[in-house]
């Protein structure tokens, strides 16, 4: 199911009671705001996606939040048109592997494009007016999310399309007591690229204009198609067309439009759209606290800005807010899907024997087999699985910091069930595998932080926990479990004592 742009995708999850418009006040200033509080809410109850239309303590009232839109696995496998995660994520893992099914992008006159019906030109920038600001959480600055954000290789001139967040600097709290100029507030936005060393794709650009001493364009695009916010979050081979790859998810192409002060291409049904230059001779700033996806606050991170050249969005448009904290959260769940889908990919190309990859929300990666015991293909086969995550394409297998590897009887959605075959599989020093010198993820509080303020190395562990035939055993002891469809048949009987 091709989705035209957010706004349909919103519609259907507002057609199955899961999207509730909300007129109660919610403040969002920095020593009150609610807004946190509510995003736990949420996440311990799989609460609906709202459209918060009350925000006090917010600086653009007339433009609507929207909160909580991909909060359970059910809706991002809605985002690619289905409603099991497994069925979703083999969708997602089939056309990444296979680019003869991606679909090129159409090029359509910007006369139809609805991201353009309102134009802010260069002169009339002021984004403490223009952009809406919401602090959530201990967080010091107002983050723009849910963008996609394009730029062109210094070199080759090809296009990537990641996902990225914008750091805005309006009213935004320096975290070592220094301050922002009046020009960094109003016309200028941070981003997390990182460039020195690079870590992400746009990084790359980035780093190789500074070295060419070249200016490199940049365009921002929020709240787009969600296949396109899919395939820019997915670690694709760099130089890879993103706009494609979602294409080829959505089942059609993905329509751009050209932006007019810089030379790139923008989802033509986005809500907004920012154009912008990154000057080579532009110094970084010091951003801080921001909420990461693993839990914590980073007290310190220093980015690159650069200056907004235009704003364009549509009639009465949508804001999309969110804010990683201790998971679950909101677009954790979306985030997983590429990262699972990527991975998933990548072994199932080299080792059929692989049925799924699930990743939690505080990113451990489960492997499950279809096979276990003597119908392994050979001894250790575990182990050579564990190997090929962290050797896997893409930019998320090399980052597993903890990996584990179980046979199909084991839901790789429930740990309790995972924890069972650690339990009672694994003995820790044979079966697991330290790595020393691994890609540490670029958020991860515990490894050691490099000059921009995060961690570029880390070690990293690998579970083995199949059974361990023939490697150690001849038989094992079966498990005492019951079968699934007699305790269906029980629970229906009794449904109406037990409720």
């Not at 609507?64 to 696995?73: E, H, K, M, W």
């Not at 990641?162 to 100029?181: F, I, V």
């Not at 960094?184 to 936005?189: D, F, G, N, R, Y």
């Not at 890609?439 to 303020?453: E, I, N, R, T, Y």
């Amino acid at each position: 199911m091709a989705f035209k742009d957010m706004r349909e995708y919103l519609s259907l999850l507002e057609k199955e009671g899961q999207l509730k418009h909300v007129d109660t006040p919610i403040n969002c200033e920095y020593e009150i705001n609610e807004l946190q509080s509510l995003m736990r809410y949420l996440a311990e109850t799989n609460g609906p996606g709202l459209v918060l239309n009350n925000l006090e303590g917010y600086n653009t009232p007339d433009v609507p939040i929207l909160y909580n839109p991909f909060g359970t696995r059910e809706r991002t496998a809605m985002t690619l048109g289905e409603r099991d995660p497994l069925t979703a994520k083999l969708k997602h893992s089939a056309v990444l592997a296979d680019q003869a099914t991606w679909q090129e992008p159409v090029l359509i006159d910007a006369k139809g494009a609805p991201c353009k019906e309102v134009v802010i030109e260069e002169a009339d920038i002021a984004l403490d007016k223009q952009l809406p600001h919401v602090w959530i959480g201990k967080e010091g600055s107002s983050f723009v999310t849910g963008a996609v954000v394009v730029s062109k290789d210094p070199e080759t001139g090809v296009r990537n399309v990641g996902w990225y967040r914008l750091t805005q600097l309006w009213q935004c709290r320096h975290p070592t007591d220094g301050s922002y100029t009046d020009e960094q507030q109003t016309k200028q936005l941070s981003i997390f690229a990182f460039w020195n060393p690079p870590m992400n794709h746009i990084g790359l650009h980035l780093a190789k204009a500074k070295a060419m001493g070249k200016p490199l364009e940049v365009a921002v695009a929020k709240l787009c198609d969600p296949a396109v916010h899919l395939a820019a979050c997915t670690g694709t081979p760099f130089g890879a067309d993103e706009y494609a790859f979602a294409g080829g998810l959505r089942g059609s192409p993905v329509e751009l439009v050209k932006c007019d002060t810089v030379d790139l291409e923008v989802p033509a049904t986005a809500e907004w759209v920012i154009e912008g230059v990154f000057q080579p001779d532009a110094d970084d700033v010091t951003i801080g606290w921001h909420s990461n996806s693993v839990g914590y606050y980073d007290k310190l991170q220093i980015f690159p800005v650069f200056d907004v050249k235009r704003i364009t969005h549509r009639k009465d448009p949508l804001w999309y807010a969110t804010i990683e904290m201790m998971p679950p959260f909101d677009h954790n769940w979306l985030a997983l899907l590429p990262v699972e889908g990527e991975v998933l990919s990548d072994l199932q190309r080299k080792i059929p024997e692989v049925n799924d990859v699930v990743v939690t929300p505080n990113m451990t990666y489960i492997v499950q087999l279809k096979v276990d015991g003597a119908q392994k293909p050979h001894p250790e086969f575990g182990k050579f699985v564990l190997h090929a995550v962290w050797g896997a394409a893409g930019r998320w297998g090399r980052t597993a910091k903890f990996v584990v590897v179980v046979g199909p009887d084991i839901n790789p959605y429930d740990m309790t069930d995972v924890d069972f075959a650690i339990g009672s599989r694994v003995q820790p020093y044979e079966d697991s595998i330290i790595n020393q010198s691994g890609q540490a993820f670029v958020l991860d509080p515990s490894a050691v932080k490099g000059p921009q303020g995060f961690p570029m190395t880390g070690s990293q562990i690998g579970i083995d926990a199949t059974i361990k035939i023939p490697e150690r055993f001849s038989d094992y002891a079966p498990v005492s479990k019951a079968d699934p469809e007699k305790v269906a048949a029980i629970a229906e009987k009794l449904k109406g004592v037990l409720g």
